[in-house]
C-alpha cells in the first residue's frame, strides 16, 4: 500500500486555487466542493487542525455582476471581489456545515503578515478558531488590494499563512501532481520529481508560467512559495487537485511532489528571533528566574528586577541575569508599561493587575531562546504570542 502522504502532520494549511473551485462559466464547481469538504472533515476527525486558502472570489463575483471573460479593470477586479467574496465564504460554510464544522472567514493583505501587531491579531484570531474545532478560511482582501498592495497570488500567501501559523505542512492543490524537470505540457519528456530536498536555483529554473483559465501564477509563484515555507521549517505538497477527493487522494499515496523544510521550526524560529529582529528593550532577572529559563520553563514576572526600553507586545527583548549579561532572547508578551507595572509580582496579582485576558508570562516558553543554545526545543501549536 502507498504511504500516507499527510499522515507525518497535524497542523495543515491547504491553499485551493480559482480554477479548482470555478469553472470556465463562472459557476461554482459545488460536487468537487462537497467532496473536499468530506475529506476535510474526516482529516479533522482524525485530530488535525485545517487552515484553508482559498481563491475564487473575483472568478465567483465576475459572473455574479456579469463582468465579461476579458481582463478586468482593477475596480472591477475589486467590485468582483466584493461580490464574490460573499459568495465564496457561504460556498465553505455550507460545504463545512454538511459536516458540523463551523467556519470563520479571514480577509487578509500584505501588512498584516508582514507588521507584528497586525500579525499576532491574525494569529491569535485562527489560533482561537482552531482551538474551538472551527475552520479558518483565508483570502487575500482583493476588495481593496491595489497592485501596489497586494500578495498577487495565493500561493504566496498561504506560505505566510502556513508560516505564522507555525502550520506542520502547506499543500497546495493544483491542475498538476507536482513538480516536473521542466513543464510537461509542453516537455514529453519531463521526468516528475516526487521529493525536493532543497530549492536551488536548478529547481527555480525548472518552473513553468501560468497555464491554468484562472490562476495568476504557475510553478514560479509554487516554488516561491516553497521557499518562503520550507526556510520556516514548513514542509510543502504539491498535488492534483481537479479530481474528486483530493486529499484523500493524497492519504492513499497519490503523486505529489514533496518539499522538505530546510530546518526544523524550532530552528527556524530560534534563527529569527536571534538573528532578524531589532531588540528593543531589556528585562534583568534574578538568579531564580535565570535558573528557570534554563531549564525551559517561561519568564514570569515574578522573577524580573528591571524593566529597559520602551517595547510593543511582540517585540524582541532581551533577557538579562542579575550580572547584566544577556542569556536569553524573546518575544514580549507584554508592553513595556506593562511590565514595569507587574515586575516581582506572582501570577494571580499580575491577572488583577491587567485582567483576565492577559497572560501571566512576561515571554512565554515558545517565544524565547536561550544564548548560546544549540536548538529550541520548546513548540506548542495552540499558544499564540
Not at 146 to 167: K, P, Q
Not at 269 to 275: D, H, P, Q
Amino acid at each position: 500500500m502507498r504511504a500516507n502522504a499527510l499522515a507525518p502532520y497535524k497542523r495543515l494549511t491547504i491553499k485551493i486555487g480559482s480554477a479548482l473551485l470555478v469553472d470556465k462559466q463562472g459557476e461554482l464547481r459545488s460536487a468537487w466542493l462537497a467532496d473536499l469538504a468530506e475529506d476535510i472533515a474526516a482529516l479533522k476527525a482524525q485530530g488535525r487542525d485545517i487552515v484553508i486558502v482559498s481563491s475564487g472570489a473575483i472568478a465567483l463575483g465576475r459572473g455574479l455582476l456579469g463582468l465579461s471573460a476579458t481582463a478586468l479593470t482593477l475596480e472591477q477586479s475589486q467590485a468582483a471581489a466584493s461580490a464574490g467574496q460573499i459568495a465564496l465564504s457561504q460556498a465553505w460554510a455550507t460545504a463545512l456545515g454538511r459536516h458540523a464544522i463551523v467556519t470563520g472567514q479571514i480577509l487578509i493583505t500584505p501588512n498584516i503578515t508582514e507588521e507584528r501587531r497586525y500579525y499576532l491579531n491574525a494569529r491569535t484570531t485562527i489560533s482561537t478558531l482552531l482551538g474551538l474545532g472551527a475552520v479558518p478560511i483565508i483570502n487575500e482582501n482583493d476588495s481593496v488590494a491595489t497592485a501596489e498592495i497586494r500578495y498577487g497570488d495565493n500561493d504566496r500567501l498561504s506560505a505566510r499563512v502556513a508560516t505564522m501559523i507555525e502550520a506542520d505542512c502547506l499543500v497546495l492543490l493544483s491542475d498538476i501532481d507536482g513538480l516536473y524537470t521542466a513543464p510537461p505540457a509542453t516537455h514529453p519528456d519531463a521526468r516528475h520529481l516526487p521529493e525536493v530536498a532543497s530549492i536551488t536555483p536548478a529547481i527555480e529554473a525548472m518552473a513553468g508560467g501560468a497555464a491554468s483559465h484562472l490562476s495568476r501564477g504557475g510553478m514560479t509563484t509554487k516554488i516561491e512559495a516553497g521557499k518562503i515555507a520550507t526556510q520556516a521549517g514548513t514542509a510543502m505538497l504539491i498535488a492534483k487537485g481537479t479530481e474528486s477527493h483530493p486529499l484523500q487522494a493524497l492519504a492513499e499515496g497519490a503523486r505529489h511532489t514533496l518539499f522538505h523544510p530546510a530546518q526544523s521550526r524550532a530552528q527556524a524560529r530560534k534563527r529569527w528571533i536571534m538573528g532578524t529582529l531589532t531588540v528593543s528593550g531589556t528585562v534583568q532577572v534574578d538568579a531564580g528566574a535565570a535558573r528557570a529559563l534554563q531549564t525551559g520553563k517561561s519568564l514570569l514576572p515574578v522573577g524580573v528586577t528591571k524593566v529597559s526600553g520602551a517595547f510593543g507586545r511582540g517585540d524582541a527583548i532581551g533577557v538579562n541575569n542579575p550580572d547584566g549579561v544577556e542569556i536569553a532572547r524573546g518575544l514580549a508578551s507584554l508592553h513595556s508599561e506593562e511590565a514595569r507595572l507587574v515586575m516581582g509580582k506572582h501570577s494571580d496579582t499580575v491577572v488583577e493587575l491587567l485582567g483576565a485576558g492577559n497572560r501571566p508570562a512576561l515571554i512565554h516558553r515558545d517565544n524565547l531562546v536561550l544564548v548560546g543554545a544549540k536548538e529550541d526545543s520548546h513548540e506548542n501549536h495552540h499558544e499564540p504570542s
